[in-house]
């Protein structure tokens, strides 16, 4: 059973790399089986790996990179074969900002290849979210991620709000993004959700309907415009491992949970 669905558009190409010398490792290791439609799925090609090395944002070194060193970063993962970049946390950082609107006036000149989509990073709230899209401006195409804290201390003590307040904050978000990408009917603007900073499993499942369903929810996902909402777990081993500098999220279902 293949993880990701014929109707997600997944612009990789086929590489060389000959896995035909490497055994699955379900083959290899008995791994006991649940009943669990995600975590028991099996990869059978390639996951799309988004890259997150060039968002400096707010979690960046002491020196960020400018857009010089950035442009050439980003065309260095272009080269290596990514196909989703994330290029920045453009309501954190003016670097992120300026970089992203680099991107945008580059794409008449070809900087920006046709089949790879600039990813973006912002926290849910409303000024940030339009600074977002204002960076977006010019780009064809981009994933617009958008997150929120849910672990207990982050939310009582930074965000100061309950769980509802939380979950009425995230439809909120997901709202205003749908409306800001509806009025760029000419941009393929596609949207991903996530709880952040990554709790325990038992408090995250719990957390599952209560945030993924008023962001998934808000615009139907398609074929050509997907949404993805992590699953309660993050990366159960039988399915997708993460590389430090990566996310895998094309076994992340594309639609509502």
């Not at 083959?27 to 995600?38: A, G, I, L, S, T």
């Not at 904050?169 to 997901?174: F, I, K, L, Q, S």
């Not at 990366?235 to 639609?255: H, I, Q």
Request: aromatic fraction near 8%; hydrophobic fraction near 35%; charge should be positive.
């Amino acid at each position: 059973m293949s993880t990701v669905p014929d109707m997600i558009r997944d612009p990789q190409r086929p590489s060389p790399m000959p896995y035909h010398r490497y055994r699955p490792f379900q083959d290899r290791v008995h791994v006991p089986e649940f009943d669990r439609r995600w975590p028991s799925a099996r990869l059978e090609r390639a996951p799309l790996w988004v890259p997150v090395d060039l968002r400096d944002g707010n979690q960046a070194l002491a020196e960020p990179m400018d857009t010089d060193r950035k442009h050439r970063f980003f065309e260095l993962l272009v080269r290596t074969g990514f196909k989703e970049i994330e290029v920045g946390y453009p309501s954190a950082s003016r670097a992120d900002f300026d970089f992203v609107r680099h991107l945008a006036g580059l794409v008449a000149s070809g900087a920006v290849p046709e089949d790879v989509t600039p990813v973006v990073f912002t926290p849910a709230r409303p000024e940030l979210i339009e600074r977002t899209f204002e960076a977006l401006d010019g780009l064809p195409r981009a994933v617009v991620h958008l997150y929120i804290a849910t672990s207990p201390v982050w939310r009582e003590t930074v965000l100061g709000r309950d769980r509802a307040e939380v979950r009425r904050t995230v439809h909120e978000a997901a709202t205003l993004m749908a409306r800001l990408a509806g009025a760029r009917p000419g941009a393929d603007i596609r949207f991903q959700f996530s709880r952040r900073p990554s709790t325990s499993p038992n408090r995250t499942t719990s957390w599952s309907s209560a945030t993924d369903s008023p962001n998934c929810g808000t615009r139907a996902p398609t074929g050509r415009s997907p949404t993805t909402c992590p699953p309660p777990s993050r990366s159960p081993p039988p399915t997708c491992t993460p590389t430090r500098s990566s996310t895998c999220t094309a076994t992340s279902p594309a639609a509502t949970p």
